[in-house]
């Protein structure tokens, strides 16, 4: 029996700025909380440091996974999606790899709307993504880090399929 190929690429929140903002909003807090608690009530400080700890869990957690195979297209953005998005190939009019600006189409990374008939964007970092064109029009981009090697993939796919 013929062993399946299988494109699988999962990305994590990584960026050293994100992480620097998020340190310093939790520096910020404490700072506050030391030089100026007859201010602030301990609910207030409490409250703060705890949305703080809570957005650096999130981020921490949240990973983008993108299957790829015979059958078709599998996505999930952890915690947002906890079972995979499956996207067979009966149903996409058209798959490619594309540079995209992130921020000019979908107004930046995460699970995202795009702009001016865009689609949906499922993305981390980058500027590279797996633009899926489905035959009722709609369209979804998710972020690649790793655009060749899902480009090589889908024209093994494509030839697999004729």
């Known amino acids: 029996m013929k ?61 983008l996974e993108t299957k790829i ?32 600006s992130p921020i000019g189409e979908y107004g930046g990374w995460g699970l995202r709307m795009g702009l001016f008939g865009k689609g949906k964007a499922y993305n981390i970092s980058g500027n590279f993504g797996l633009q899926i064109v489905f035959k009722d029009g709609k369209k979804l981009l998710i972020g690649t880090q790793k655009s060749e090697e899902i480009s090589f993939f889908l024209e093994k796919i494509n030839n697999i399929q004729r």
């Open 69 to 100: 195979d015979e059958l078709g297209i599998r996505v999930r953005l952890f915690p947002f999606h906890l079972q995979f998005k499956y996207f067979p190939w009966k149903t996409i009019q058209k798959a490619y790899v594309r540079e995209y």
């Open 3 to 63: 062993e399946s190929s299988v494109f699988y690429e999962k990305q994590r929140f990584r960026q050293w700025w994100l992480w620097l903002i998020i340190v310093i909003v939790i520096g910020f807090i404490i700072y506050n909380y030391i030089e100026n608690r007859q201010y602030f009530s301990m609910g207030e400080i409490i409250g703060s440091f705890a949305v703080s700890i809570l957005i650096f869990i999130l981020f921490f957690i949240i990973k």
